[in-house]
């Protein structure tokens, strides 16, 4: 673990569930941002406490929920497995849970409640689109390569600005559908931004899947999510 940061797992109640998360924080005492990061599909893995952790070394608190808290904080390889755990998890419990989150967060000390952000991963692209459209506590939101709410009218109670981040050969999904949230944030006057990279597949900022992850691209979408944060959350 880098020097400087403080890890711990956490636990916090969601309406009769008690979830799980992972912690990354600055050691040195002061008040800092938080942001909640939503894991992908394979649940709260090695590769989500990662980000939180690059988070926390930039100077935010990080957060990061297991969403499968209630189907037993299963984390898997498998991608049959992953699909049956993220087509069993209800949409509107995942976002009951990531609000619990937010709250948990906020009331841990020396974060600044104001400057809260999420970012997420493939499922959890998706719940970061979302989230901002539940809860006004969000200050900016960065999914990657999440799907699209359809219809797009959840889209107009967003409630930050939003940078949203996609590989042009994704292929689960669309160019129709990422097209249509550009289109939406133009319609609803949403402070957004959508960027696509040339050539990169679904879940290519991952670098423990050498099948998919793109370098360069990752390291250049990292750095517009930290300017992204520094902008909304620190500015």
């Known amino acids: ?36 990061v939503v894991q992908e599909w394979w649940g709260l893995n090695d590769h989500i406490k990662d980000i939180a ?28 497995q992953a699909g049956q755990l993220m087509r069993s998890l209800r949409q509107e419990d995942g976002l009951k849970d990531l609000n619990a989150a937010v709250r948990h967060l906020k009331a841990i000390e020396g974060v600044e409640k104001e400057r809260i952000g999420v970012i997420g991963f493939c499922m959890g692209g998706t719940y970061a689109l979302l ?13 990657f390569y999440g799907q699209i709410p359809s219809p797009d009218d959840p889209l107009k109670n967003l409630a930050c600005p939003v940078l949203y981040l996609y590989g042009e050969e994704d292929g689960w999904i669309t160019m129709q559908d990422v097209n249509r ?21 679904h879940a290519f900022f991952n670098d423990t899947r050498k099948d998919v992850y793109r370098e360069r ?3 250049d979408a990292w750095g517009k999510v ?10």
């Open 1 to 36: 673990m880098p020097e400087g940061l403080a890890t711990s797992m956490v636990e916090f109640r969601s309406d009769g569930v008690t979830v799980i998360g992972y912690l990354a924080r600055p050691k040195a005492v002061g008040t800092y941002p938080g942001v909640i």
């Open 53 to 80: 952790r690059r988070l926390a070394q930039e100077g935010y608190i990080a957060l990061a929920p297991d969403l499968y808290s209630s189907l037993g904080h299963q984390v898997t390889t498998d991608p049959n």
């Open 131 to 143: 989230l901002p459209c539940h809860n006004k506590d969000i200050k900016a939101a960065a999914p």
């Open 181 to 201: 949230l550009r289109e939406a944030l133009k319609r609803y006057h949403k402070s957004g931004e959508v960027v696509t990279y040339l050539g990169c597949p």
């Open 217 to 219: 691209e990752a390291r």
């Open 226 to 235: 930290l300017r992204f944060f520094e902008q909304h959350l620190k500015g």
